[in-house]
């Protein structure tokens, strides 16, 4: 892949440029002939037709309470940029949350795109301060709910009529391929779209780096809608089928040097085929690597006798993730001490399971399941002889939280106050994980030595109901006959 040098400077948007180093490259070389040579002659090619997204009124409904929340204020919600990695290339682009949630536009967002509330005075735009027709008749639709115009600002690709088509390898659809046009994107979303030459900041503007702005919309996706609950069934499907890629492919990941990794890329490939990409790095830990929480090195082997924790998921094109953990035996069965282990781990689920439904508090589905974990490694014997009551030794076996609200983000929601989310009653459709674990390090003193090097976590991801919650990875195997016959069934 090799473009032209004219533009050292990559300009991602309007108001915001990425340089880049890139003077020692040979690249083609800038004749003005050629130049007006490669810009003609392209016959018209056809675009696909403008569809409205279903996402369209579940977003508009967001930015009405956003709107209402925030009346009187220009909100500038951007997209964000590309981040370099080297010189010319980039990371793929993931725009920012929020501008994804107030939105609809996911993995194919234009980088450098900006939503803005513009205050109005009242709902009625005259014909002066309305740009198009489509103002004043979106404004009078909204009348009730908007305090606000909203428009979308992006860059637009050029396409083959423009003289950039060629001369411009960051934006010219010659090198970037066809992109959606403002027209597209207006129809499918819903949304008035303008070029982002046109977008104007003002001193006044709140953005989100305004705490009080970052986490009302954070506290927003708390509570996930009808489409958002769909979307992250479809993750958490494309998930358990990637599990079933990795089950199915253990035999050769048995024999790689760094089975670890063939773990990975088997899930990878799943991730990238079905959906956009993974929600987060994947976790492929095999043996005493599942003791450590943020296994994403993945080069270690994966052995006959040893258990596999693969933490992984799929997010989907509109940038759901789920986010699920299965541990299981690599040979096919698990040994007494791993399905003691195991059994308890799934015992603390359960119970946590069991808990949660619109009216307790989220923290209280957590408790549930450490009950369980202190119990039983009280049991085994593996608390001090004189304990500080005041001491959670159990903790040391599973430190981290069972739960977590999941959504566009892994850990959806972040910036929602504690009384939001660790302290707040649960509503229905409130999505979030349960993942109870045990971890018992080798070298460990406090535990016999049979249990060194044993990690375990179950997590499935959960959406609370009316009346309790539904396991939307419920289908994925569980339980230890579940676990064992789906190894087994894997393995050649
Ligand atoms: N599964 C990744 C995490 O919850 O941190
Ligand atoms: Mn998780």
Avoid at 49 to 61: D, G, L
Avoid at 166 to 177: P, Y
Avoid at 201 to 228: C, I, P
Avoid at 457 to 474: H, K, P
């Amino acid at each position: 892949m090799s473009d032209k040098n004219t533009n050292q400077n990559v300009s991602v948007c309007a108001s915001h440029e990425v340089k880049i180093d890139n003077f020692s490259r040979t690249t083609l070389s800038v004749d003005s002939k050629f130049l007006e040579y490669m810009s003609n002659n392209w016959g018209a090619v056809p675009s696909e037709p403008a569809t409205v997204h279903e996402v369209a009124p579940y977003a508009a409904a967001r930015r009405a309470k956003v709107s209402r929340k925030f009346a009187a204020k220009r909100l500038v919600i951007a997209a964000g940029i590309m981040k370099q990695r080297a010189n010319d290339t980039f990371y793929m682009f993931r725009p920012h949350t929020s501008f994804t949630h107030l939105t609809g536009w996911g993995a194919n967002a234009a980088p450098g795109a900006v939503l803005v509330f513009d205050p109005v005075a009242s709902c009625a735009i005259s014909e002066d301060t309305a740009t198009t027709a489509d103002d004043v008749a979106g404004a009078a639709a909204q009348c009730d709910s908007m305090q606000h115009t909203v428009t979308l600002y992006f860059a637009e690709s050029a396409t083959r009529y423009s003289k950039e088509f060629f001369d411009n390898s960051e934006v010219g659809e010659f090198w970037i391929g066809a992109k959606p046009s403002l027209k597209q994107v207006s129809t499918a979303l819903g949304l008035n779209c303008k070029p982002i030459a046109e977008f104007q900041s003002t001193a006044d503007d709140v953005t989100l780096d305004n705490a009080a702005l970052a986490e009302f919309l954070d506290e927003l996706r708390l509570v996930k809608d009808d489409y958002e609950i769909a979307q992250m069934q479809l993750a958490v499907n494309a998930t358990g089928r990637g599990f079933d890629e990795v089950i199915n492919n253990l035999d050769s990941a048995v024999t790689a040097e760094r089975g670890e990794r063939v773990v990975e890329v088997m899930f990878h490939k799943h991730a990238r085929t079905a959906g956009n990409w993974e929600g987060y790095d994947t976790i492929a830990a095999a043996g005493a690597h599942a003791c450590t929480l943020h296994w994403i090195t993945n080069d270690g082997p994966v052995k006959e006798g040893e258990l596999l924790l693969l933490d992984a998921g799929v997010e989907v094109e509109s940038l759901y993730t789920a986010d699920i953990t299965r541990t299981v035996p690599i040979s096919g069965r698990f040994n007494e001490i791993q399905k003691k282990v195991y059994e308890t781990v799934l015992e603390a689920a359960d119970a946590a399971h069991k808990v949660a439904r619109p009216g307790i508090k989220f923290h209280e589905v957590h408790d549930a399941a450490m009950a369980v974990i202190a119990e039983k490694v009280k049991q085994w014997g593996f608390l001090p002889d004189n304990p500080d009551p005041e001491l959670p030794y159990h903790r040391r076996y599973m430190v981290h939280g069972t739960c977590h609200h999941l959504g566009i983000d892994v850990h959806d929601c972040a910036q929602a106050r504690r009384e939001m989310y660790y302290n707040a009653i649960l509503e229905p459709g409130m999505v979030f994980t349960i993942e109870p674990g045990l971890y018992f390090h080798p070298g460990d003193l406090t535990v016999p030595e049979e249990f060194w090097g044993i990690g375990v976590r179950i997590e499935d991801d959960i959406v609370v109901t009316e009346d309790g919650s539904r396991n939307l990875s419920a289908h994925i195997p569980r339980t230890v006959a579940e676990v064992e016959a789906w190894v087994q069934s894997g393995r050649k």
